[in-house]
């Protein structure tokens, strides 16, 4: 059963909770990583380069925004997002046969 962080009194509740969490970060970041390879897909499709300027400053202003909105630092959230935003498009770089001549 789920516990709240006040509920908590112990250690290895503690450590449960996060374990609980950590798992449950995978599987979003993991249905994160389909929606990338679709994206791959469409992109072939429609003749879209794999990076979009525009569309990577939004996803990391929208970062911002909900890790500020969280109470969370802003800063941090951003750089972790722009790992995974660089992660993503050398996938995508990588699906749709791009070269880095072509990224630019």
């Known amino acids: ?29 993991a249905e994160r990583w389909g929606y990338i390879g679709r994206a791959a897909e469409i992109k072939r499709e429609i003749g879209l380069k794999a990076d979009i300027p525009e569309r990577v400053d939004e996803v990391r202003r929208n970062a911002r925004t909900h890790a500020a909105r969280h109470g969370l630092d802003a800063d941090f959230y951003d750089r972790i997002w722009e790992q995974l935003i660089r992660h993503a498009i050398a996938h995508e770089q990588a699906a749709l046969g791009e070269t880095a001549e072509d990224a630019r």
């Open 1 to 29: 059963m789920m516990k709240t962080p006040a509920e908590c009194r112990s250690m290895p509740e503690i450590r449960a909770e996060i374990d609980r969490l950590d798992a449950a970060l995978m599987q979003l970041f």
